[in-house]
């Protein structure tokens, strides 16, 4: 390795960790208000962050190939972003996809992205869904319900009971940080008596063993819980 080329490859070290140093004050700074804070960070923003990020989109792969083996119609992501699991789950034919997002600029960049889809899209708090019950057979989130408090986890995880018909699939890492509460879901679930059909790690990841795919069959189509029911367990 020349001088030149060993101080372009330090530079470029120290670069990118200020950057990230930079996202993580930013972070801290503004996660106080999340929707104000995605809807200055999402779209562009973001998805560039992103797409650069190759295990981003195998970890992306790995969860949409295994929903893809269950039987259903119809699909709802809650805090959907810019649509990368949609437009991944859009190759399993005949079904009708809607992503929710409070963020304004996730969901334009999402039409965007997967434009040709046949996809609905809602700008909606996923605490309060204005959606009929029972209406999707799957209710599915993506390192959504990880960064909210218990009692709004909560109302999200109880939303998502009341709008689905056969299942809640969750993407959640279980790690605790500033914006993080280490939910077990696949804990959760299971102490409220759901069967557990897939509960593991992400082989993908940075670091697999933070990380917790969760696939629950709701019992009973009828089935609802209020948010002071829900008993949230931790990893």
């Known amino acids: 390795m020349t001088l030149t080329e060993f101080v372009k490859k330090a530079w470029h070290k120290i670069y990118y960790k200020v950057i990230a140093f930079d996202y993580r004050i930013d972070r801290i700074i503004r996660y106080r208000n999340p929707k104000k804070y995605w809807n200055q ?4 923003t973001y998805f560039e962050e992103q797409e650069v990020e190759e295990h981003r989109t195998l970890r992306s792969q790995f969860i949409t190939d295994e929903i893809k083996k269950l039987h259903f119609s119809s699909l709802l992501e809650i805090g959907c972003g810019y649509g990368k699991q949609i437009k991944n789950l859009s190759a399993k034919n ?33 605490e309060s869904l204005p959606l009929r019950d029972k209406s999707f057979d799957v209710a599915f989130s ?17 939303e998502m009971i009341r709008v689905s018909r056969q299942y809640l699939i969750h993407n959640e890492d279980v790690d605790k940080a500033f914006s993080r509460y280490g939910y077990d879901l696949t804990k959760t679930y299971q102490g409220m008596g759901f069967k557990i059909v897939r509960s593991s790690q992400i082989p993908y990841a940075p670091d697999p063993s933070v990380t917790q795919f969760t696939i629950a069959e709701l019992p009973s189509r009828d089935l609802r819980f209020r948010p002071d029911q829900i008993r949230l367990q931790y990893h």
């Open 142 to 158: 993506s390192a959504v319900i990880l960064h909210n408090e218990p009692e709004k986890a909560k109302k999200i995880i109880s």
């Open 94 to 126: 005949g079904v009708f996809i809607t992503g929710v997002d409070f963020s304004r600029p996730q969901l334009m960049k999402a039409k965007e992205y997967c434009a040709g889809i046949n996809l609905n899209v809602l700008e909606a708090d996923s």
């Open 41 to 44: 960070r999402g779209g562009d």
